[in-house]
């Protein structure tokens, strides 16, 4: 890593590396990059499932935040800013991906069966609880994602989506109960 | 089981939900590197225009359904075309007002289309409908395919009156236009067209691809209407219809701007490949020559 080498100090101040970036210091530039990039592209991942979704979601959002580093003034945590375009360009990213598989869905579903629909299979609790993640409302998923996944708290959470923590705390709450719901049905006892 | 328990499970259980790999970090700072300097930036990902494809089928449908209607007023008016031909002006009537028309300036603004004249043996085909050498003089009679060439004012290959062809014109069979087929049998009339509804098509998908920001050109479906649109013109390449050079010309820079679009991937490194495309349409003019063309086809299918 050779912003590490530059930069020994990892915990350089993150103020001074966001200076040297605007002057044009690339290895400033690697640095903060480095600083962030995993919880980026780890919250990419999780809300995308999908590596190249990830990858592109993360790449936009470090070139839109280099492409604004001038405006951002420091009233948040670098990081905070950061989620909160990671958040939004993956919700937007995950729409338009969403409307082009939903037709091609629609297509498919004629020709096969549900497996989970046959009788007589118990289905894998793992994989249901996935499905229950999948048909969450976008922002119960994130929350979720962001909060019993990622580890973020409802702090971090609010300030990225433009919430507050206590909406944030409701929202997690919701989407708990709606998966316990959802598991409810197919894993009789382990839910209840 | 209670609420904790159960969030413990949850949590638990969840663990590997879309459990992410490790991070790339080499290579997608690759690409976020060349962004910041300028050499590119990725498409935004934002909700694509799904309706310009039917858009453009209906467009291409109707420019058909215009294109049968003439052929078949044509055939039935011969004399009426003679005498454009001797005339060298347009019939009462006969002018067309509906299709778009470049012009000689590769332009957009909207004229009348002149009908072509009747050919004699071997006579107009795509390119020679009329051939004024200089347009600004005679713009009503502008010829439509030399629109269609970037290159400088061409040589009629065949006057309105029926005159000889240029030596340089690729040779013919006996009773063939310069599209290689007669021009007044039903195969010319399937070139002309098909050539219409390329053009008209590769139009609309360039359109779109211009007017659009760079969210379309990272929706996978925009290669797909591109390849689509491949096939007929290296068809078109393969056939007499490219014995023009006006067409030849324009469709091998139609099909070089369809391959570049198919190739786009939609990663952010196309961004320089878009600013590619926009720079050879740009240079070679190609919008204006295929709106100026799609006339010009519609024309060189009259008997």
């Known amino acids: 890593m050779l912003a590490r080498l530059a930069y020994p100090a990892a915990g350089l101040d993150e103020r001074l590396l966001i200076q040297r970036t605007l002057g044009g210091d690339d290895l400033a530039a690697r640095e903060l990059y ?88 118990e289905p894998d609790v793992r994989e249901r609880l996935k499905a229950a993640i999948d048909e969450l409302p976008e922002l119960y998923r994130v929350v979720l994602v962001m909060h019993d996944l990622e580890g973020y708290t409802h702090e971090e959470i609010g300030a990225a989506l433009g919430m507050a923590a206590g909406t944030s705390k409701a929202r997690l709450s919701r989407a708990r109960g709606r998966l316990r719901e959802a598991l409810a049905r197919f894993a009789g006892e382990w839910a209840r | 089981m209670n609420d904790e328990r159960f969030n413990e499970l949850l949590r638990e259980l969840a663990a590997d939900y879309n459990a992410p790999p490790p991070t790339p970090r080499d290579a997608m700072w690759a690409v976020i590197d060349d962004a910041r300097r300028g050499r590119g930036l990725p498409a935004p990902r934002v909700a694509s225009r799904w309706w310009l494809r ?23 008016d011969p004399p009426a075309a003679a005498a454009v031909a001797g005339s060298g002006r347009p019939p009462q009537g006969e002018m067309a007002t509906a299709l778009p028309h470049g012009g000689e300036t590769g332009g957009d603004r909207r004229a009348p289309i002149e009908r072509a004249p009747a050919a004699p043996s071997g006579g107009a085909g795509l390119a020679g409908s009329a051939a004024a050498p200089s347009p600004a003089a005679q713009p009503a009679r502008a010829p439509v395919l030399a629109a269609a060439s970037s290159g400088p004012a061409r040589r009629p290959e ?23 087929r007669a021009v007044d049998t039903p195969p010319g009339e399937l070139d002309a067209l098909v050539t219409t509804q390329t053009l008209t098509q590769g139009e609309a998908l360039i359109t779109a691809f211009r007017a659009a920001d760079a969210s379309l050109a990272a929706d996978p479906r925009i290669g797909v209407w591109a390849r689509e649109i491949l096939v007929p013109t290296r068809l078109l390449l393969d056939s007499p219809v490219a014995g023009d050079a006006a067409m030849r010309g324009l469709l091998e820079d139609l099909e070089l701007v369809l391959l570049q679009i198919a190739h786009l991937s939609g990663s952010p490194a196309d961004s320089a490949e878009r600013a590619w495309i926009a720079e050879t349409l740009a240079r070679r003019d190609i919008l204006s020559r295929l709106r100026a063309a799609v006339p010009a086809g519609l024309v060189a299918a009259g008997p």
């Open chain 1, 34 to 121: 480095d600083a962030h990039v995993d919880r980026v592209y780890r919250l990419a991942y999780r809300l995308t499932g999908d590596d190249e979704l990830a990858r592109d979601c993360t790449q936009e959002t470090f070139i839109r935040a280099f492409q604004h580093l001038g405006e951002f003034r420091g009233a948040s945590a670098l990081s905070t800013w950061l989620h909160s375009i990671a958040v939004s360009v993956c919700l937007n990213t995950l729409r338009t991906v969403r409307r082009l598989r939903r037709r091609h869905a629609d297509l498919e579903e004629a020709d096969r069966a549900d497996p989970g629909d046959a009788p007589g299979i």
């Open chain 2, 54 to 76: 039917p858009a453009a089928g209906i467009a291409a449908v109707l420019v058909l359904g215009l294109a049968v209607g003439w052929l078949a007023t044509s055939r039935s």
């Open chain 2, 158 to 180: 065949v006057t309105a009156a029926g005159g000889a062809p240029p030596r340089d014109a690729p040779a013919r069979r006996r009773g063939e236009g310069p599209t290689g």
